[in-house]
């Protein structure tokens, strides 16, 4: 009988623990008083956060990635000619955060970052590159092992002068980067030669895709499926759906998450899609501060079901909650996360009146809290 008790009391705190993820916040540490990166404790049942542990002493880690055995986290330091990337021990029961190295990221302002067990590859986007870096056996970083240069502009003077590399994005397969250009108008996809002897060969160019000029495209998202992904263009709100059938890319529709009647500036940021891939959300910042829900359909294409305020200002970054059930956009410039639910079958979002206050919040990333 007791031990039968104790199988209970055992099996009942591994459910509680499964309610429980750590919440990973980048901000700018630039804007307001931030300590940096920001590690949450978020409750899958209630929808509140925690806090747990910050960083100390980081530069404008804006963006985050975590190593896929939950042990390593490295972050952008985007501080214009002086940029960094950095890597740090990760300590997912504490929250903790350590420093390990930075290297020179190899082109002014990163703003993206993705990792796998052999690299960190980093979106420079004021200088026009990405740069490959190798983990040693400790988790650091290298320097840097390839850099590409992108070239050309766009009709946008402004904005479209010279080349800006918005996003580096793994194929489902992991045998491909995607690369969007807000500068170009156009989507470099390079052959990953992920265990090449020649540093300077990791990433090859193997296809570009243009899209409409003067749309700036910033980022992207594979469906599910994997036989779709989705561009959202930054300077004019332009949504693009392409199929993606053995490594072919084809347009089958160019939509918008500006409505009609809008006349403000706009700002596209951030797009995602729920893991059934019934469902699309993409983030509007300028004048409109949305967030856009999209229903999409079995040939890849979608339609507008929903568009909802973001409760804040400067909508950048959105993550789903690990089960779904909510949806947490962080809004940069009203320094606040705000914590939507989410209906699972409709795809609707709805206000719970929680957030989490703090300074310059862009990135959220959710990981096991062990």
Do not use: W
Request: charged content about 20%; aromatic content about 10%.
């Amino acid at each position: 009988m007791k031990i039968t008790r104790l199988l209970i009391l055992l099996g009942c705190i591994s459910l509680h623990a499964q309610d429980n993820y750590n919440l990973i916040i980048g901000t700018y540490t630039n804007a307001c008083e931030s300590e940096g990166i920001y590690v949450y404790d978020f409750n899958t049942k209630t929808g509140e956060a925690t806090l747990k542990s910050s960083s100390q002493g980081v530069i404008n880690p804006s963006y985050v990635t975590v190593s896929a055995d939950n042990k390593f986290l490295y972050s952008v330091n985007e501080n214009g000619e002086e940029s960094t990337v950095s890597a740090f021990n990760y300590m997912a029961s504490s929250g903790k955060i350590e420093f390990i190295n930075k290297k020179d990221s190899k082109g002014a302002d990163p703003c993206y970052i993705i990792n796998d067990d052999k690299h960190v590859i980093v979106a420079n986007y004021t200088g026009g590159t990405i740069a490959v870096f190798a983990k040693d056996k400790h988790g650091g970083l290298t320097k840097a092992k390839q850099v590409v240069k992108h070239s050309g502009s766009s009709i946008n003077k402004d904005r479209q002068e010279g080349p800006h590399v918005h996003m580096v994005y793994f194929s489902p397969d992991k045998n491909y980067i995607f690369a969007n250009d807000l500068g170009t108008d156009k989507i470099s996809v390079y052959k990953y030669n992920k265990n090449a002897t020649d540093g300077s060969k990791v990433l090859t160019l193997a296809d570009t895709v243009e899209v409409k000029k003067g749309s700036g495209p910033r980022h992207l998202v594979f469906s599910p499926n994997n036989v779709f992904f989705y561009v959202l263009q930054e300077l004019d709100g332009t949504l693009t759906a392409f199929s993606y059938v053995k490594g072919k890319i084809e347009k089958i529709q160019e939509s918008t998450i500006v409505t009609p009647y809008f006349t403000g500036q706009t700002g596209a940021a951030d797009i995602h899609i729920s893991h059934d891939g019934k469902f699309l959300y993409a983030t509007n910042r300028g004048d409109a501060n949305t967030i856009s829900v999209f229903r999409v359909h079995a040939n890849g294409k979608v339609n507008l079901v929903q568009q909802a305020t973001t409760e804040g200002i400067g909508p950048r970054n959105f993550t789903f909650g690990p089960k779904e059930d909510y949806l947490l956009v962080a809004n940069q410039i009203s320094n606040d996360v705000i914590i939507f639910k989410r209906d699972r079958t409709t795809g609707m979002l709805t206000d719970t009146e929680k957030c989490i206050e703090l300074c310059s919040p862009v990135c959220l990333v959710f990981t096991a809290a062990k």
